[in-house]
């Protein structure tokens, strides 16, 4: 195989992974957060007073983003959640949770370009 059908299969690969993940987790329009249960809740507390990307720039556990909301509440202003609160954990802790693997997994070796020994 040559280095460029090579190539050619590792874009089309590439592109194709892409358009799945985009597929599997549709992304709201106005936010660009998950749509997911939850968002709304999400967009109407969160976003009042600061932008999504604060939120998906970050990937917490449960229990940081419950202290990042009680810090946020003792200095920022932010008012009690009440029944929204334990929604809006779900949603962050599945959505911006810790991620399990930071890096993608190895091209698999059929897929690499042969070299020139």
Do not use: F
């Amino acid at each position: 195989m040559s280095r460029l059908t090579s190539a050619l299969m590792l874009s089309v690969l590439c592109a194709t992974s892409l358009v799945t993940l985009a597929n599997e987790h549709k992304l709201n329009p106005a936010t660009g957060l998950v749509d997911a249960t939850g968002h709304n809740m999400v967009a109407a507390h969160c976003t009042a007073c600061h932008s999504a990307k604060l939120i998906s720039q970050n990937q917490m556990s449960r229990e940081r983003w419950l202290e990042t909301i009680r810090w946020m509440q003792s200095t920022q202003k932010l008012w009690p959640l009440g029944e929204a609160e334990p929604v809006i954990l779900d949603y962050l802790t599945t959505w911006y949770g810790p991620k399990i693997q930071s890096r993608r997994a190895p091209i698999p070796t059929h897929l690499m370009p042969q070299g020139s020994d």
